[in-house]
């Protein structure tokens, strides 16, 4: 027996919760594996579970158990941070349904998308006051909040993690780019 599986044995406790570290996010956090999540039952979960595998909590079984629990506590805000960002759970949805987002090695997109970017970035550089990038904000909002329906109905609805893909990459183009609007936004303010 492994010293981690040892540690694990010894962890009295947490026996119920600590499966596996392999198990998925969702099933970890005891939720649906869902776009739209209950960002309240997140955070609790989160909470609990934090509690239940804090590596002090362990202190006197050893240095093992805490190795353990500390990697529990790792584990769990991994996917704690994972969950609670919409985009980054729409890709791992993707990811858990067989269909990887790709995101560093596939960057292809429809022309209709690309000239929006084309055109947003054009309107970054010329904007020359707060009110003309917020205006630019809304827009880029706007198209934010159309493609987080388009997952929710795919992921959630359609079940259909292929076509999801291209409206989770959207997203992170989107992301990116509200970013930068951003830093620009502050640099005038």
């Not at 198209?143 to 359609?158: G, M, N, P, T, Y």
């Not at 076509?163 to 997203?171: E, K, M, Y």
Request: hydrophobic share 45%; aromatic share 8%.
């Amino acid at each position: 027996m492994s010293a981690t599986s040892a540690a694990a044995a010894n962890l009295s406790g947490c026996e119920r919760f600590l499966v596996n570290l392999q198990t998925d996010d969702f099933s970890l956090f005891g939720l649906a594996p869902l776009f739209a999540l209950d960002g309240t039952a997140l955070d609790a979960q989160w909470k609990r579970l934090q509690a239940q595998a804090h590596p002090d909590k362990f202190a006197a079984q050893g240095a093992a158990a805490q190795r353990v629990a500390m990697q529990w506590s790792v584990r769990i805000n991994e996917a704690y941070r994972r969950l609670k960002d919409p985009l980054s759970r729409a890709a791992y949805l993707c990811e858990l349904n067989g269909q990887p987002i790709n995101a560093h090695s596939n960057t292809a997109m429809p022309g209709s998308f690309l000239v929006q970017q084309i055109e947003w970035r054009e309107a970054l550089d010329e904007a020359q006051t707060v009110s003309e990038l917020e205006s630019l904000m809304a827009s880029v909002q706007a198209a934010k909040i159309a493609l987080q329906r388009e997952c929710a109905d795919l992921l959630d609805v359609q079940h259909d993690f292929a076509r999801a893909v291209l409206p989770v990459r959207s997203l992170m183009f989107i992301d990116k780019f509200a970013h930068d609007l951003n830093q620009r936004l502050d640099a005038l303010e």
